[in-house]
């Protein structure tokens, strides 16, 4: 069957949708495309290039939302559409109440799509992929293995256009590259990881991250394991990213609503310590989520979530703000085409401070410095807060790096790390892109967790 542009297709839809006796209906289509090399022992290990596009369609019947979604654009897709979304609303048992947005007056401007990026031919992030390896297996003899190394980039485009009049589009793309080294030395071996993102390639320099994750991997040969005991800690960057990645799903409005977080009727209270500051910002300059209009067609906002302790508000769409009886935030996620909303951040980072990780540990004194924290899904429990963490770092004396330190558990709960959280550095580090948001953080100093070796 013949393939419909997509705004005769949309125009269709939305007559047969009205016809049907929906009330109100929307669309969110979705394309892109991606390219991903891994590369291994100077060889291409795996390639692939996708394209992807699908178009979500949801509507209001009888008072419920139904969604329905497609890959094809076609005459048979717009009935299908319609009669599986109209099912899908009379099956709903819920009462929770669900609307199409009309829109905002302003939506701001911001840029996500580098215009050179597409014009970077594949052969020149293969040959990146393979100068990265290369460079880390010449830069030290114990080196003995690249376990990863791999280079992807990325473009998409998100239309969203409904009965009330909405019509937007957005459209971002980026690159990063992710690089793990082995490093053998006698019979023990060690591993890091490092990484960029951008939407410059040429910030994605080979040497750089060669000589990053050698050094970090060198850095812990000779680790042994401390005494088990109550530690004054610091999280670098990278770790404190990872665990507030992990727990930011309770600042989820409808997680709340649901029980599943700790943070019920705690808006306007302090949860924390007066050194956290939590940020949200959809629209960060060279954030890798940035959007200025969320998965409902809400326009976007910078916005505190916790400011000096005191947690500012949820994180809502337009259901969860019905419930509360509060504004939406901005935060309705549609991770794909096929999706249902949800919620999700976008920019989520905690606000640094003024000291360096050195002067951080100066400030502790004695205590671990903890690098990387493994176990985050399956050690971790989102509800109550309590986790226990394999992990590994190094000792401090004095404010100074001592001796690595491995195998070993960190166990404690994330709302009392929260309130523990003595001083934030300046050193703030975002992750890789996903889903469900970006995360940041710079270094932190707790002033007490539980070690067992």
């Excluded at 829109?103 to 052969?123: F, M, Q, R």
């Excluded at 000779?222 to 990645?245: F, R």
């Excluded at 809400?298 to 769409?317: F, H, P, R, S, W």
Aim: net charge negative; with cysteine.
């Amino acid at each position: 069957m013949k393939t419909i542009e997509f705004r005769e297709f949309k125009d269709k839809l939305f007559k047969a949708a009205k016809e049907e006796g929906f009330t109100d209906y929307e669309l969110y289509y979705a394309s892109g495309e991606s390219f991903k090399v891994n590369v291994y022992k100077k060889e291409i290990d795996s390639y692939s290039v996708n394209v992807t596009k699908g178009l979500g369609f949801r509507g209001i019947y009888n008072g419920r939302m139904g969604y329905a979604y497609t890959e094809i654009l076609d005459e048979e897709a717009i009935n299908m559409l319609v009669k599986n979304a109209k099912t899908n609303a009379t099956i709903i048992e819920n009462d929770d109440v669900e609307v199409i947005y009309p829109g905002d007056s302003k939506y701001l401007d911001i840029n996500c799509y580098n215009e050179t990026l597409p014009s970077v031919d594949e052969n020149d992030k293969i040959n990146l992929a393979l100068k990265m390896e290369e460079m880390a297996l010449g830069k030290d003899k114990r080196v003995k293995d690249i376990r990863f190394c791999v280079v992807q980039s990325f473009e998409g485009n998100i239309n969203i256009v409904n009965s009330k009049g909405l019509d937007l589009s957005h459209r971002a793309n980026g690159v990063f590259a992710v690089l793990i080294p082995v490093i053998q030395d006698g019979d023990k071996t060690n591993t890091s990881v490092v990484y960029r993102a951008s939407r410059d390639f040429k910030d994605i320099v080979a040497s750089d991250l060669a000589d990053e994750a050698v050094n970090k991997a060198l850095a812990y040969i000779g680790a042994e394991m401390p005494e088990t005991g109550k530690y004054k800690v610091i999280l670098n960057n990278e770790a404190a990213s990872d665990l507030l990645e992990t727990y930011s799903i309770i600042f989820s409005a409808d997680r709340v609503q649901k029980g599943m977080s700790l943070l019920k009727d705690k808006n306007g209270k302090i949860i924390a310590s007066k050194a956290l500051t939590i940020i949200d910002d959809p629209l960060l300059e060279n954030g890798m989520t940035s959007t200025p209009f969320d998965g409902e067609g809400v326009a976007c906002y910078t916005k505190d979530i916790v400011k000096e302790g005191q947690l500012i508000t949820l994180l809502y769409n337009l259901k969860t703000a019905l419930k509360d009886g509060v504004k939406t935030t901005g935060n309705a996620s549609r991770p794909s085409y096929s999706s249902t909303v949800d919620i999700s951040p976008s920019n989520f980072y905690i606000k640094p401070g003024e000291h360096s990780l050195e002067g951080l540990q100066e400030k502790m004194g004695n205590g671990l410095l903890i690098t990387e924290l493994q176990g985050l899904h399956s050690g971790a429990n989102t509800i109550s807060g309590d986790f226990s963490l394999a992990a590994k770092g190094f000792e401090i004396k004095n404010g100074k790096i001592i001796r690595p330190v491995e195998q070993i558990t960190v166990a404690g709960n994330f709302y009392r790390v929260l309130e523990d959280i003595e001083e934030a550095g300046s050193d703030l580090k975002f992750g890789l892109p996903s889903g469900g948001g970006c995360f940041g953080s710079p270094s932190l100093l707790i002033r007490e967790l539980s070690v067992a070796s």
